[in-house]
Structures are given as C-alpha cells and as structure tokens.
C-alpha cells in the first residue's frame, strides 16, 4: 500500500466548515510537500501549498503537525491549505456565483520539498459546498424585490436575516446561502445593476428595502417580529440607514461600514441623506503600487450636524460593528468606536465593535482567500484593501461564529 490522503468528512464538506487533512503510508520521518487546488467558475487556479515532515509511524496529521518554513504558511495550521490559497492570476478574488455547485479541491502529495514538486505520491479530490443536503433556493421576483431566499430544511420558522452584499451590483449568493445551513431563513438581496434593476441609480430609495422587509415577515416560515441585517462596505450605510428608519429591524451586523452616505444618496419619504464627498486626491500611494484610499472622506464626527451620517440614534436594533484594523478603504474601526460614543452619550448600549489587527476591508466567511488588493469599487484605479493572511484567517472564522450567535441572540 502507497501512500494516501485521508479527508474528514471524506467528499463533501461546506465551505465554511474545518477539513481534518491526513497523510497515511508515508515513510518514517519522510519529507512531502502538500499542494491544493480550485479552480473558480471563470476557471483561475487558486493553490496553497506547505512543507511538512511525517512521524516516524509515516503517519502526518495536519491537526498534530506544524508546516516547516518554505511553503504558503508555516506552523501549526490544520486550516492553512485552504486559507492560504493564493490566485496564479494577480489581484483575482475567489467568489462563487453559483451556489448550487460546489468548488472542487485537489489535494496532491509530492515527494521532498524541492522548490519544484517531487514525485506525486497521492491525491484526492474533495467538494466544498455551500448548500447542505434540504436548504431550499428560492428565486424572489415579488413586486419590486429582486433576490434569493435560502430556507433551512424543515417546515419551523426560522429567525430571518436580509443579506445586503454587491457594491458593483448584482446578486451575491454566497453568505446567505452558508447562513440558511446554519439554521437563519436568508435573503439574499439584489438593489441595482441586476434583471430590471436600476443600472446606476442617483438614488436609494429605502422604500425599496422596506418592501423586503415586509415580504420577509410576512412569509410563513420566517419567524418575527423582527429580523437581522448583515452587510459589508457601502451596503453598511443602506442596513444602518434602515434600521434608522423602519420598524421591525432587530439586530445589524455591520463589516466594515462607513457610517456615512457615499456614492449614492438615501432617502425615505421626506427624509434625505446626501452623500459625503470623496476627495480622490487625498489617495496615499503605497510600495506595491496601488492606492490607500483610507483618507479620502472627510471626517464626519468633526463637523457637527453633519447631513451625511446616518442617524442612528433613531434605531432601536441592536448592533454588532464588525471592522478590520488594517482597512484601507474605510476608516471603519475609527468609524464604528466614534458612532458608538454618539450612541452612548445618548444613554444607549445597544452596540458591540469586534476589532480585529492585521484585517483589511474584505471580512469574507472563513477559508476563503484573502483579498488584499483590489480595484477601487468608486475611482476603479487599484486599491490597497489591507489585511495579512494568518490574522485575517483567524479573524474569519472568529467573526463567523459571533455574527451567528448574535442573530440567535436577538432574533
């Protein structure tokens, strides 16, 4: 018998869920390099590879045994195979359109640790997947909402959440339809560049979200009175904004949020919130040739009665501030600790900020790639969008877990 890779679950596994990794039939204290693979649906091969050294049983266990220096990561990392995996194409973002397949792992296993791979000593092949087995995709064309809703298995009801995800447009699938595994009734919520969407709308008219609200609660297997919201980037200025506004909003979970109108002014019947201005020329360029965009707004906390801030103090939800240190894009950190001194002066404690060092813009489910550098989702030139891959890795799956329990707690 050769060697071989035995995987825990063995073929299948969601994609924000651990993967035990072991090699078995290995020779006493043999040196392999271990190498995975995905392609994404436009076909660019993501691969991570590590450097490591079998017991003196031929046993490696990835949960026991630390990579050695020379490869994508080093140390005790069971989940570095996957977290690490890095685009051959430059500035290329892992993301998954259609939810109904699953990525497909390669796992090889190679001889030494030359700097090129030695001979192939095993392989497997594992599917990620991002529907477990009875959650149910439903296509939402309802008057003006264009979206998915991702229903548990089961006929309950189940805590609701809108997932408002898409600077750039269009209908992101992928964290509503994970969320719907863990047991939350999702919708995943298109607002521009999307079917008959507008194409770039001068305007965000919150009656447009507001009408998600209501087809969410009055749907039979969301459970009420209330719901979540989650976010990230600009779409964090609509949740905020909504749960300023509209009733029935309980708990927002907010990645990285600028706390202001950018880009597109909001509105609600009378009420109108105009846009800060962004000063392009305040981009600070960086030594990998590409743009900190950080400085770019002004400070909205040093002009009082500032138009542009989102009123929060008119909310009665609950807030989970999610905000990555090392963000490049936003100032979200200094954002998220200066709405909540606001909120506080007003006697309220209805807020919690988690802070995480060495994470940039980007707060993705766990076990997907970092994307540190990007385009600029307003000026389109390359953007710094922060972050390091073992903290941000950590920040992932620590993040995860917390905006779970948070919903479960107010939903």
Request: glycine share 8%; hydrophobic share 40%.
């Amino acid at each position: 018998m050769g060697p071989s890779i035995r995987l825990s679950p063995a073929a299948r596994s969601l994609f924000d869920e651990p993967l035990a990794i072991a090699v078995q039939g290995l020779g006493p204290q043999q040196q392999v390099t271990l190498r995975t693979s995905l392609r994404d649906e436009t076909g660019e091969l993501f691969q991570a590879s590590a450097r490591y050294q079998a017991g003196e049983d031929g046993q490696l266990d990835l949960a026991r045994c630390p990579a050695l220096p020379g490869g994508s990561f080093s140390g005790l990392e069971p989940m570095g195979l996957l977290w690490a995996m890095q685009p051959q194409k430059p500035f290329w973002r892992l993301v998954k359109q259609d939810v109904q397949s699953p990525f497909l792992l390669q796992l090889e296993v190679f001889e030494g640790h030359g700097e090129r791979p030695g001979r192939l000593l095993a392989q497997a092949q594992h599917e990620r997947a991002f529907l477990r087995d009875g959650v149910r995709r439903v296509p939402v064309r309802e008057g003006r909402i264009r979206a998915t809703l991702f229903l548990p298995p089961g006929e309950d009801t189940f805590p609701g959440i809108i997932d408002i995800h898409g600077l750039g447009g269009g209908l992101l699938e992928l964290r509503a339809s994970l969320l719907a595994n863990h047991g939350f009734a999702t919708l995943a919520l298109a607002y521009y560049q999307f079917e008959d969407l507008p194409q770039k709308p001068k305007e965000l008219h919150l009656e447009y979200f507001e009408e998600a609200v209501n087809y969410m609660l009055q749907h039979p297997q969301v459970k009420g009175p209330g719901l979540g919201l989650l976010d990230f980037s600009k779409e964090g200025e609509v949740a905020l904004a909504m749960a300023a506004f509209l009733k029935n909003i309980m708990a927002v979970a907010s990645l990285n949020a600028p706390i202001v109108a950018t880009c597109i002014p909001l509105s609600y019947k009378d009420k109108f919130i105009p846009i800060a201005t962004l000063y392009e020329d305040k981009a600070k360029a960086t030594n990998s040739k590409c743009l900190d965009y950080s400085d770019v707004l002004d400070d909205p906390f040093q002009t009082p009665g500032n138009q542009s801030l989102i009123p929060l103090e008119k909310a009665e939800a609950q807030f989970l501030f999610i905000v990555g240190q090392d963000d490049r894009v936003v100032k979200s950190e200094y954002y998220a600790t200066e709405v909540c001194k606001l909120l506080q002066a007003q006697g309220k404690g209805n807020f919690h900020i988690l802070s995480y060092p060495g994470t940039g813009h980007c707060i993705d489910p766990p076990f997907f790639p970092l994307y540190r550098i990007g385009s600029h989702p307003v000026f389109h030139k390359r953007a710094l969008l922060g972050g390091e891959l073992r903290a941000y890795s950590k920040a992932q799956v620590h993040a995860w877990s917390h905006i779970q329990a948070f919903f479960k707690k107010h939903l």
